[in-house]
Nanobody, 119 residues
Framework: QVQLVESGGGLVQAGGSLRLSCTAS????????MGWYRQTPGKERELVAT???????NYADSLKGRFSISRDSAKRTVYLQMNSLKPEDTAVYYC?????????????WGQGTQVTVSS
């Protein structure tokens, strides 16, 4: 069973930065893609950013230019660098990993890390 452990969340003032980390119990190169999602109470979980096995990245349109996803395969870790944070970025941030194809496709989730941006 794959485990994803997020860290790096916390309280930050608007305009500040945070870097989230997601460390996997398996090689991150065994996943088709990894990514970050976020969720606030009463809302659906939404995409923040993803990175594929080939290194291609994808971001939510509203976050382009402020957030950056990267990885260190040797550390089995994916990062989310968040700059110029806004109060509306407050959410629980979840790490996600996708493995397999077609009927064997499996998704894994971390437990989430809280990010709170104060105004």
């Amino acid at each position: 069973q794959v485990q994803l452990v997020e860290s790096g969340g916390g309280l930050v003032q608007a305009g500040g930065s945070l870097r989230l980390s997601c460390t996997a119990s398996a090689s991150i190169l065994s996943f088709n893609a990894m990514g970050w999602y976020r969720q606030t109470p009463g809302k659906e979980r939404e995409l923040v950013a993803t990175i594929t096995l080939g290194g291609n990245t994808n971001y939510a349109d509203s976050l382009k230019g402020r957030f950056s996803i990267s990885r260190d395969s040797a550390k089995r870790t994916v990062y989310l660098q968040m700059n110029s944070l806004k109060p509306e970025d407050t959410a629980v941030y979840y790490c996600n990993a996708e493995r397999g194809v077609f009927v064997s496709r499996t998704y894994y989730w971390g437990q989430g890390t809280q990010v709170t941006v104060s105004s």
